[in-house]
């Protein structure tokens, strides 16, 4: 259930909106992904529930809970990795939206850096698609951390990963997927887009032996 305010309202549509947006491109199969959008004044996010099909996401079908993760309204069952959103609020309270898809090069690339514990990103124009980078010169690192079931470890690590790399604008669960964020979901769904676009174009060149 959304909250009764129409800023909050908006993005909630918008999130769906997206999540449909990443369905169809093929980034969120057989109900994986999450997608969240946190409230600023309340202090709450909505957030997709688990084993939803993101192709069909509604703000009816969102479940509010409070920032530690307990559920404020809805129905159906809470993600296990509501705890990794949460972790990203926190790190990052700025931000105001967390896409978390699953794509075949986000997945490929992740576990072929997985030893190097990042994947870098440099020379590309659309670099310039993150926020606060000007310059394809610069040297986006996208970590990676181990992918788990012990979500506490997890979360645990990921925390670690946003200290580390206090720039980056997504991190990478290694064979698993990618989680970006934005301080609005259009900020997220732009984010997103870039680094899909970039892992693509970093994927396809070690493919085709350039690098």
């Avoid at 978390?100 to 990103?121: E, M």
């Avoid at 394809?136 to 990921?158: C, F, G, K, T």
């Amino acid at each position: 259930m959304v909250p009764d305010t129409h800023s909050l309202q908006a993005e909630a549509e918008a999130l769906c909106a997206t999540a449909q947006w990443c369905y169809a491109r093929g980034w969120v199969p057989a109900t994986s992904g999450n997608f969240s959008v946190r409230d600023h004044e309340s202090g709450c996010m909505l957030i997709s529930p688990s084993g939803l099909d993101k192709g069909l996401m509604a703000p009816a079908d969102l479940l509010e809970t409070d920032l530690e993760g307990r559920v404020v309204s809805g129905h159906k069952k809470p993600s296990a990795e509501t705890a990794l959103h949460l972790v990203i609020y926190r790190d990052r309270p700025e931000m105001g939206a967390i896409l978390h898809v699953h794509s075949i090069w986000n997945t490929l690339l992740s576990a072929h850096f997985a030893g190097n514990g990042y994947v870098p990103l440099s020379g590309y124009e659309l670099l310039k698609g993150l926020a606060g980078v000007t310059t394809h010169e610069q040297q986006e690192r996208v970590p990676i951390i181990a992918n788990s079931q012990d979500y506490s470890d997890l979360a645990r690590r990921l925390r670690l990963a946003l200290e580390r790399f206090a720039d980056a604008h997504g991190v990478l669960l290694s064979a698993h997927g990618l989680y970006t964020w934005g301080k609005s979901v259009a900020e997220a769904r732009r984010h997103l887009e870039a680094l899909e676009f970039l892992f693509e174009v970093e994927g396809r060149r070690l493919t085709a032996g350039l690098g």
